[in-house]
């Protein structure tokens, strides 16, 4: 059973940075791919970044292509989303899940329980 629990949430200012964290066991690499997705209020679940485990392949939403990173650490299980030059809007609940190297929530088998960023204006 794929467990993922999120950290590195909080209150950031605009033009702030952020890095959220995922730590992943359970047999993640059964899953080729770590995602992740954000949801505010009242709005639809939505794509973020993606990342392989295996070759590190990735791709981003458009709104957030430039100012966010995502990466993994193979040898600690561990999957990050770096978050430069925050803007209000990226206030959500973020979430990381595993499963297939997909822009659409669907195609995630395994969540964790999200972790609130706030970006103050």
């Known amino acids: 059973q794929v467990q993922l629990v999120e950290s590195g949430g909080g209150l950031v200012q605009a033009g702030g940075s952020l890095r959220l964290s995922c730590a992943a066991s359970?047999?993640?690499?059964?899953?080729?791919?770590m995602g992740w997705f954000r949801q505010a209020p009242g709005k639809e679940r939505e794509f973020v970044a993606a990342?392989?485990?295996?070759?590190?392949?990735?791709r981003y939403a458009d709104y957030v292509k430039g100012r966010f990173t995502i990466s993994r650490d193979n040898t600690k299980n561990l999957g990050y989303l770096q978050m430069n030059s925050l803007k209000p809007e990226d206030t959500a609940v973020y979430y990381c899940a595993a499963g297939s190297f997909s822009r659409g929530h669907g195609d995630y088998d395994y969540w964790g329980q999200g972790t609130q960023v706030t970006v103050s204006s």
């Open positions: 359970g047999g993640t690499f059964s899953r080729s791919a």
């Open positions: 990342v392989t485990w295996t070759y590190g392949l990735t």
